[in-house]
Structure formats: C-alpha cells, structure tokens
C-alpha cells in the first residue's frame, strides 16, 4: 500500500526579485515611485485636512471623497514601502505572515474603494433622481455607517 506524503511546505521568508533584468538601474526605478508616492500622500492629506477644516464641505460628495483619499493614503502605504526597499535598498526578503498580511491589506482596502466609489454612484444617483429625498436618505448616520463599513 503506498505511503502518501502529507507534508506541507511553508516558507517563513520570501524573497521578491524586483524587476528581473533591470536591477543595474532599479535604483532609478524607483525615483518616480517614490516621488508618485509623497505627492499622493501629501495631495490625499491636504484634501482630508480641508475637508475636516472647512463645516461647508461636511456634506455627503465631500465625505465619500474624504474616505477615498484616506484609502488611497492606506493602499500606497501597504505597497510603496516595500517597494522602495527592494529597489534602493536591496532588501528583497519578507516574511511569509508579512506578506500575507499586506496582500490582505490590499485587497481589503481596494474592497473598501469600490464600496465607497458604489456609494458616491448611488448618492448621485439619488440626488438626480429624488432631489427632495435626498437629505433625508443620505443622513450622517448613514454615512457613518458606510465610512465604517
């Protein structure tokens, strides 16, 4: 009767490559990333700042687009980091919970884009549709639920 084999391989490190082919000017690479990434967060962060600062744009459009600059400060940050690091830096390791972690982080966030970018539509849709109703529809309770989740 044969034996099976019931082992189960799990690495506890990774290792990325880059950009195979290119890593004599990965360094390179990776000035456009970087500098891609400081402009989204610093253009993502001014937004949140002057929507949290200023009471006329408290309104739903406003808010959506405040709860997508704070996902995209958390997409970019859940990728770029790592990135840079493995260009600049050559540090092409990671860790197996590490990575399932970000990869889990980056779904989960990209999930959370499309449900707020599914509720801007249906907002729109509801404002052109039923103006009259539309305050009382898209109440502060209700997009406190929809920014939590």
């Known amino acids: 009767m044969p034996h099976l084999n019931s082992t189960i391989f799990r690495p506890s490190v990774l290792t990325l490559t880059g950009i195979p082919g290119l890593e004599s000017v990965q360094f ?3 000035i456009p990333f970087c500098i891609m990434y400081i402009i989204a967060l610093l253009g993502n962060s001014l937004l949140l ?3 949290k600062v200023e009471r006329s744009l408290h309104e739903p459009m406003y808010l959506f687009l405040a709860m997508l600059g704070a996902t ?3 997409i ?4 770029l980091p790592k990135m840079l690091g493995i260009f600049w830096f050559h540090l092409p390791t990671i860790y197996f919970d590490v990575c399932l972690l970000q990869m889990w982080l980056i779904h989960t966030f990209q999930c959370i884009e499309s449900g707020i970018l599914f ?3 249906m907002d729109r849709y509801v404002a052109i549709c ?3 109703r539309h305050a009382s529809i898209f109440t502060q309770r209700l997009l406190t ?5």
């Open 28 to 30: 390179w690479i990776g």
């Open 49 to 51: 700042v002057v929507i």
């Open 72 to 74: 995209d400060i958390a």
């Open 76 to 79: 970019s940050t859940c990728i």
């Open 119 to 121: 509720a801007m539509a």
């Open 130 to 132: 039923d103006p009259l």
């Open 145 to 149: 639920q929809i920014g939590v989740g």
